[in-house]
């Protein structure tokens, strides 16, 4: 009878911190500063990624040199991170839409505040298991039942890792759930994990779409967006 062989566990690798700039609900703030990051990946990859970190939310690894900022309020935090220069004044303006080209969006919902109403939506679409705090927000009548419709996303590609987190893959120039964030549908498909979190049913969503020579390391910044998250739920 053949053993099976125990894989071997990922090395622990250093990777830069680079602090990001916000602007929210009690105004401005700095980038914070911060020690390198200690991260389960390769080596190759630690050489290609960094992990960027605002005043407020979660942090997130992306690759090297690449700008970054974050907007926040009652509702929860959105930190983006682009190769392309981010305009801070426009994420604010009403005009504004979304990113059209390669950028990395996290972001936490509040279960507890406005940020119910998104974090009531991506449940209706793949929690099922949280299906009563979606039905809850419903109830409230604030926002129409037709803004939450229950079942997956027909074109998405979802992997479930349990009854609180989703991985998923939303194909190029269709809506899903990779739409359900900052990011405007292009020819590039967008991958990313959604996760139930916290006493107060918080919502932690990563998009993520880069170039094609950049996709292998979506599958690292996964991970580590669901280790933090359940490192943070233990506590």
Same mark, same amino acid.
């Given at each position: 009878?053949?053993? +099976?062989?125990?894989?071997?566990?990922?090395? !622990?690798? /250093?990777?830069?911190?680079?602090?990001?700039?916000?602007?929210?609900?009690?105004?401005?703030?700095?980038?914070?500063?911060?020690?390198?990051?200690?991260?389960?990946?390769?080596?190759?990859?630690?050489?290609?990624?960094?992990?960027?970190?605002? /005043?407020?939310?979660?942090?997130?690894?992306?690759?090297?040199?690449?700008?970054? *900022?974050? !907007?926040?309020?009652?509702?929860?935090?959105?930190?983006?991170?682009?190769?392309?220069?981010?305009?801070?004044?426009?994420? *604010?303006? %009403?005009?504004?839409?979304?990113?059209?080209?390669?950028?990395?969006?996290?972001?936490?919902?509040?279960?507890? +505040?406005?940020g119910r109403f998104e974090v009531a939506k991506v449940?209706?679409?793949?929690? %099922?298991?949280?299906?009563?705090?979606? /039905?809850?927000?419903?109830? =409230?009548?604030?926002?129409?039942?037709?803004?939450?419709?229950?079942?997956?996303?027909?074109?998405? $590609?979802? +992997?479930?890792?349990?009854?609180?987190?989703?991985?998923? =893959? +939303?194909?190029?120039? &269709?809506?899903?759930?990779?739409?359900?964030?900052?990011?405007?549908?292009?020819? @590039?498909?967008? =991958?990313?994990?959604? !996760?139930?979190?916290? &006493?107060?049913?918080?919502?932690?969503?990563? @998009?993520?779409?880069? @170039?094609? $020579?950049?996709?292998?390391?979506?599958?690292? !910044?996964?991970? /580590?967006v669901e280790s933090e998250a359940a490192a943070a739920s233990a506590q």
């Amino acid at each position: 009878m053949s053993q +099976t062989t125990p894989a071997t566990p990922t090395a !622990i690798n /250093q990777v830069p911190f680079v602090g990001c700039a916000s602007d929210g609900q009690t105004g401005p703030q700095a980038a914070p500063a911060g020690k390198s990051k200690a991260v389960a990946i390769p080596a190759a990859a630690a050489l290609r990624l960094a992990y960027y970190k605002a /005043q407020y939310g979660p942090g997130v690894l992306a690759p090297r040199g690449w700008h970054c *900022f974050s !907007i926040y309020g009652s509702n929860g935090a959105n930190l983006f991170v682009s190769p392309d220069a981010i305009d801070a004044k426009a994420l *604010f303006s %009403p005009d504004w839409k979304g990113f059209a080209g390669q950028v990395i969006e996290i972001s936490i919902s509040s279960g507890g +505040t406005s940020g119910r109403f998104e974090v009531a939506k991506v449940i209706a679409r793949v929690f %099922p298991a949280y299906k009563q705090f979606a /039905q809850n927000v419903i109830a =409230e009548g604030i926002e129409p039942v037709s803004d939450f419709p229950f079942g997956p996303y027909a074109k998405d $590609k979802v +992997t479930y890792r349990g009854t609180n987190t989703v991985e998923f =893959e +939303t194909p190029a120039n &269709t809506a899903g759930l990779g739409t359900d964030s900052r990011l405007l549908p292009n020819t @590039s498909p967008i =991958e990313g994990v959604a !996760i139930i979190t916290g &006493t107060d049913t918080d919502l932690v969503q990563l @998009s993520a779409r880069v @170039s094609a $020579k950049g996709r292998d390391l979506i599958p690292l !910044i996964v991970k /580590q967006v669901e280790s933090e998250a359940a490192a943070a739920s233990a506590q």
